[in-house]
T-cell receptor, first 113, second 112 residues
Framework: GENVEQHPSTLSVQEGDSAVIKCTYSDSASNYFPWYKQELGKRPQLIIDIRSNVGEKKDQRIAVTLNKTAKHFSLHITETQPEDSAVYFCAAWGDTGRRALTFGSGTRLQVQP | GAVVSQHPSRVICKSGTSVKIECRSLDFQATTMFWYRQFPKQSLMLMATSNEGSKATYEQGVEKDKFLINHASLTLSTLTVTSAHPEDSSFYIC????????FGAGTRLSVL
């Protein structure tokens, strides 16, 4: 089945700096890669996603890149703000076998004011 | 975006009792819903895939007789934790959608 690895597990940046979180996946059949932000005790919120036919997608301060050949994708947050502090999860959706999301282990982002 | 409602948000129960959690898709039909468990400071682990009108598909290591799933309509799936024990205490969360998953607010279960 799919295996998603995520790094780093914790990330501390100064306000205004950029943050990058990286994930790799194992199943070449996976075709959808969302990123979720989860605040303590709350539900995961979709912040951006990318499909396998696209290499990059951007939404204001957030961007995601996908390298299908290497089977890795990354989240980029620019001009970080304290309210960006949360746990971020990457995930991969497989379209064969088990059709479900497999989540990475999460990255705790702390933006220091 | 689409809305998924989950109830209750918090349950405290005695060991040995059963607890039912509901997950509803409010503005779309969901033939498939997913149930996850999340322990503190850990990721979401898929427990089972709930299939409308048929049996749920459980992930390896998840006891189907302990975590009963019913998906009787296109908008409702229920997870029943039977004979709950302290080790079942966790954050249970459901999701629904095609590719894009919309999550319920989660249920924090505390078994005393």
């Amino acid at each position: 089945g799919e295996n998603v690895e995520q790094h780093p597990s914790t990330l501390s940046v100064q306000e205004g700096d950029s943050a990058v979180i990286k994930c790799t996946y194992s199943d070449s059949a996976s075709n959808y890669f969302p990123w979720y932000k989860q605040e303590l005790g709350k539900r995961p919120q979709l912040i951006i996603d990318i499909r396998s036919n696209v290499g990059e997608k951007k939404d204001q301060r957030i961007a995601v890149t996908l390298n299908k050949t290497a089977k890795h994708f990354s989240l980029h947050i620019t001009e970080t703000q304290p309210e960006d502090s949360a746990v971020y999860f990457c995930a991969a959706w497989g379209d064969t076998g088990r059709r479900a999301l497999t989540f990475g282990s999460g990255t705790r982002l702390q933006v220091q004011p | 975006g689409a809305v998924v409602s989950q109830h209750p948000s918090r349950v405290i129960c005695k060991s040995g009792t059963s607890v039912k959690i509901e997950c509803r898709s409010l503005d779309f039909q969901a033939t498939t819903m997913f149930w996850y468990r999340q322990f503190p400071k850990q990721s979401l682990m898929l427990m089972a895939t709930s299939n409308e009108g048929s049996k749920a598909t459980y992930e390896q290591g998840v006891e189907k007789d302990k975590f009963l799933i019913n998906h009787a309509s296109l908008t409702l799936s229920t997870l029943t934790v039977t004979s709950a024990h302290p080790e079942d205490s966790s954050f249970y969360i459901c999701s629904a959608g095609e590719n894009i998953q919309y999550f319920g607010a989660g249920t924090r279960l505390s078994v005393l």
